[in-house]
């Protein structure tokens, strides 16, 4: 199939300093898309700005915020607004882990979590989808998880549920969305090297894990592209974690949650 380009078209990527966030941005510039990076490190949104207009001649502007801020997409529309550009493309990357039990957290935490994990990207869909359907066309891939499909596992109590909601949501986007020129995508990668096993303390378990079972970020965003434009609306990257979603969906319930409770400890921060 054709790579497909994205010459001049104004790309927005959150959670785009590191991990899958910065692959999007990397793989994007490289099909000409003009980039609005998010993240809360900014050094490092510049950083990457400048390697991407060195090596593809693309736009960027980078914008430090925390989506767990209730103003911080409000603050993003009214910027970008202000400089005249119309976002064709909404990578919704940027994201968390909470481990342990939900119990063992403060309400505060949880409810910035469900901000960042569901809410925020919910709200950047809502603003952008009028002027992608006004131009007729659009593309939205959100960035759920491997754990959105398998069943819910005690510890980060709420990750599986809030990348469940993400793929249901991208699931009705699409539908509504597809005559108008607009392709939706979840994309649920499994175990991806990055940043994201540090920050949510579970490193000492990823590294118990073997080889074979991690992708690159680079090849997770190279297989959400590619896929969305042939149209998938839902799609697990990487053949170990298909072939994990495809076992899991046969099994039953029953069998599928006691696998679950059998393995979570290997994968799961516990109490």
């Given at each position: 199939?054709?790579?497909?380009?994205?010459?001049?078209?104004?790309?927005?990527?959150?959670?785009?300093?590191?991990?899958?966030?910065?692959?999007?941005?990397?793989?994007?510039?490289?099909?000409?898309?003009?980039?609005?990076?998010?993240?809360?490190?900014?050094?490092?949104?510049?950083?990457?700005?400048?390697?991407?207009?060195?090596?593809?001649?693309?736009?960027?502007?980078?914008?430090?915020?925390?989506?767990?801020?209730?103003?911080?997409?409000?603050?993003?529309?009214?910027?970008?607004?202000?400089?005249?550009?119309?976002?064709?493309?909404?990578?919704?990357?940027?994201?968390?882990?909470?481990?342990?039990?939900?119990?063992?957290?403060?309400?505060?935490?949880?409810?910035?979590?469900?901000?960042?994990?569901?809410?925020?990207?919910?709200?950047?869909?809502?603003?952008l989808?009028?002027?992608?359907?006004?131009?007729?066309?659009?593309?939205?891939?959100n960035?759920?998880?491997?754990a959105?499909?398998?069943p819910?596992?005690?510890?980060?109590?709420?990750?599986?549920?809030?990348?469940?909601?993400?793929?249901?949501?991208?699931?009705?986007?699409a539908?509504?969305?597809?005559?108008?020129?607009?392709?939706?995508?979840?994309?649920?990668?499994?175990?991806?090297?990055?940043?994201?096993?540090?920050?949510?303390?579970?490193?000492?378990?990823?590294?118990?894990?073997?080889?074979?079972?991690?992708?690159?970020?680079?090849?997770?965003?190279?297989?959400?592209?590619?896929?969305?434009?042939?149209?998938?609306?839902?799609?697990?990257?990487?053949?170990?974690?298909r072939?994990?979603?495809?076992?899991?969906?046969?099994?039953?319930?029953r069998?599928?949650?006691?696998?679950?409770?059998?393995?979570?400890?290997?994968?799961?921060?516990?109490?």
């Amino acid at each position: 199939m054709k790579t497909q380009t994205y010459s001049g078209r104004w790309a927005l990527v959150t959670g785009a300093s590191s991990g899958i966030g910065e692959a999007f941005a990397r793989e994007l510039a490289a099909r000409g898309a003009n980039l609005i990076m998010m993240a809360r490190r900014l050094d490092r949104l510049h950083n990457l700005a400048g390697d991407l207009t060195a090596q593809h001649g693309v736009q960027t502007l980078c914008i430090e915020a925390d989506l767990g801020d209730p103003a911080a997409v409000a603050d993003l529309m009214a910027r970008t607004g202000a400089a005249g550009i119309e976002i064709d493309m909404l990578i919704n990357n940027a994201g968390y882990g909470m481990p342990g039990h939900f119990h063992r957290h403060q309400w505060a935490a949880h409810a910035r979590f469900l901000r960042v994990m569901i809410e925020a990207p919910t709200e950047l869909a809502h603003h952008l989808l009028p002027g992608m359907r006004r131009r007729g066309w659009g593309r939205i891939i959100n960035v759920a998880s491997l754990a959105g499909i398998i069943p819910g596992s005690a510890g980060n109590t709420l990750y599986g549920a809030s990348k469940a909601y993400m793929i249901k949501f991208s699931q009705s986007l699409a539908l509504e969305n597809r005559p108008h020129g607009i392709a939706v995508q979840a994309l649920c990668p499994g175990f991806t090297w990055s940043e994201f096993h540090d920050i949510s303390g579970a490193r000492h378990l990823m590294n118990r894990l073997p080889r074979f079972m991690f992708q690159t970020s680079e090849s997770v965003a190279e297989e959400g592209l590619r896929l969305l434009e042939a149209g998938r609306i839902v799609h697990v990257s990487g053949a170990v974690n298909r072939l994990i979603a495809f076992v899991i969906k046969h099994l039953p319930d029953r069998l599928a949650l006691w696998l679950i409770v059998k393995r979570s400890k290997d994968f799961r921060v516990q109490d």
